[in-house]
């Protein structure tokens, strides 16, 4: 967020770019200092992120917010666990479709490349690759861990639902200073979860995130991800 626009918002002055501040502002950040993060700020996040629409206000949303030693335990069993199972854990709904088809494979092996350069690791380094996801199931060291469940009877539109409201807290943290990584890749640790948290088997594993004040001293703080233009993905219809 430029000066400007945090001026304008502690003087109550409107402004129109605020929000566009925060939407470019905001990055996914793989890399956390182990500065703490007030259990308070974490509750205003939450709170107004309530506000995330939901079809006929369904609100699907449940959330486990892991810090302290909640936060180590959880990772240490995740961690046990993805080191042990790696080779046969699944997630409890599909990331993509099997294959990947075009032109988001394209998109998918450019970002995956990059991160790969990012971190120092080739896509042949299987142990190098293990032991990056491995760093998702710490958080990326983040102090705040949020574990995101839903009620499996309701269908996949409530998922969109559910991606407003990530977005909403994502955007609420960056406003307060915080960076966030959403992490779809937790739904592979729900037998982890379910046992460390109490998650019932009628509860479905969404995603997790970390939550934090970034490292951007790490090379993979600072990618620049292309981003397609609207006259790509959108259709402008006057008659």
């Known amino acids: 967020m430029t000066r400007e626009a945090q001026r304008q918002v502690a003087e109550g002055e409107e402004s129109p770019l605020y929000i566009d501040e925060?939407?470019?502002g905001r990055r996914t950040k793989r890399g956390f200092t182990n500065k703490p993060v007030p259990i308070?700020?974490?509750k205003d996040i939450l709170s107004i992120s309530k506000f995330a629409p939901s079809?006929?206000?369904?609100?699907?949303?449940?959330?486990h917010v892991l810090t302290g030693k909640g936060r180590e335990r959880v990772v240490a069993a995740a961690v046990q666990a993805f080191n042990r199972d790696h080779e046969t854990m699944a997630?409890?709904?599909?990331?993509f479709p099997e294959p990947l088809h075009e032109p988001y494979l394209t998109t998918f092996t450019k970002f995956r490349g990059q991160l790969g350069?990012?971190?120092?690791?080739?896509?042949?380094?299987?142990?190098?690759?293990?032991?990056?996801?491995?760093?998702?199931?710490?958080?990326?060291?983040?102090?705040?861990?949020?574990?995101?469940?839903?009620?499996?009877?309701?269908?996949?539109?409530?998922?969109?639902?559910?991606?407003?409201?990530?977005q909403t807290i994502m955007l609420a943290a960056k406003g307060r200073g915080l960076d966030t990584c959403p992490q779809q890749i937790w739904s592979l640790q729900y037998p982890v979860l379910r046992k460390e948290l109490g998650i019932p088997e009628s509860d479905l594993v969404v995603a997790g995130m970390c939550m934090g004040y970034a490292d951007n001293s790490l090379p993979e703080n600072n990618m620049t991800l292309d981003k397609v233009e609207p006259e790509t993905f959108a259709k402008f219809i006057d008659v």
Not at 55 to 63: L, V
């Open 91 to 95: 997630p409890e709904y599909p990331f």
């Open 117 to 166: 350069d990012a971190q120092g690791v080739e896509r042949s380094d299987k142990v190098g690759r293990r032991r990056d996801v491995a760093r998702q199931f710490m958080f990326f060291d983040a102090p705040v861990g949020l574990i995101f469940t839903m009620d499996r009877r309701l269908v996949p539109a409530s998922f969109l639902c559910y991606g407003i409201f990530l």
């Open 40 to 42: 308070g700020l974490v």
């Open 55 to 63: 079809s006929s206000n369904t609100q699907p949303w449940r959330c």
């Open 22 to 24: 925060l939407i470019k």
